[in-house]
């Protein structure tokens, strides 16, 4: 399986953007790059994934690199919801393979 | 019907002692997974099902570790035999076959 690198922390202040890093040198044409996030004493959730073309929800925004080798998860005002533990993964095109995660970003938000 | 449920959300239990936690998905999916997840530590992907069949299985799932989805709706992981190092959160997810996945909470085991 692929694999990612994150920073293991970073803090922001609230009411501010956040621009949460990602790289994935080794990334294969068919992968998917999605990102989780876990809040405390909760299961992780999906926040948003693409392919290639930069990504916008109501969550959040993913910028992928063109190469595809790196991507910035982007919360464009943060709140102290948006405390919590931020996955970058990646997952292959051909089925909803198992997930497999690493130790993720802890993003902490200052009020 | 409105997420994963997972139950019971804590056990304790006596080292020795065997454990069965419960999931059950989202109605319409057909693929579930399993879980487990120690302090400061992403979710370590533990087995997964589609329907009743479990395509999966990680070397983290020992021998004293059983999953099974017999009917393809909910699904049971029993853990035999308890250890102090099976203290864990164990989590339960499901999705369709090619869809993102849904967590449920968690059951938080604590063997002592």
């Known amino acids: 399986d692929a694999k990612t690198t994150q920073p293991n922390s970073m803090e922001s202040n609230e009411e501010e953007p956040v621009h949460l890093p990602c790289n994935h040198s080794t990334i294969s044409g068919t992968d998917y790059i999605h990102w989780y996030r876990q809040l405390p004493s909760q299961g992780p959730e999906y926040v948003i994934h693409?392919?290639?073309s930069n990504v916008n929800n109501r969550m959040a925004s993913l910028a992928i690199a063109e190469d595809r080798k790196s991507s910035t998860l982007i919360l464009h005002r943060a709140t102290l919801r948006d405390a919590a533990v931020y996955y970058c993964?990646?997952?292959?095109?051909?089925?909803?393979?198992?997930?497999?995660f690493g130790s993720g970003t802890r993003l902490s938000i200052r009020p | 019907d409105t997420g994963v449920s997972q139950n019971p959300r804590h056990k304790i239990t006596k080292r020795g002692q065997n454990v069965t936690f419960r999931c059950d998905p989202i109605s319409e999916h057909n693929r579930l997974y399993w879980y487990r997840q120690t302090l400061g530590q992403g979710p370590e992907f533990l087995t997964y099902?589609?329907?009743?069949?479990?395509?999966?299985k990680s070397r983290l799932l020992s021998d004293r570790f059983s999953a099974e989805r017999p009917k393809g709706s909910f699904s049971t992981l029993e853990i035999q035999r308890t250890e102090q190092g099976d203290s864990a959160m164990y989590l339960c997810?499901?999705?369709?076959?090619?869809?993102?996945?849904?967590f449920g909470q968690g059951t938080r085991l604590t063997v002592v």
């Open positions: 099902f589609q329907n009743e069949a479990q395509l999966e």
């Open positions: 693409g392919l290639t």
């Open positions: 997810a499901s999705s369709l076959e090619t869809g993102n996945a849904f």
């Open positions: 993964i990646l997952r292959p095109y051909s089925s909803a393979s198992k997930i497999i």
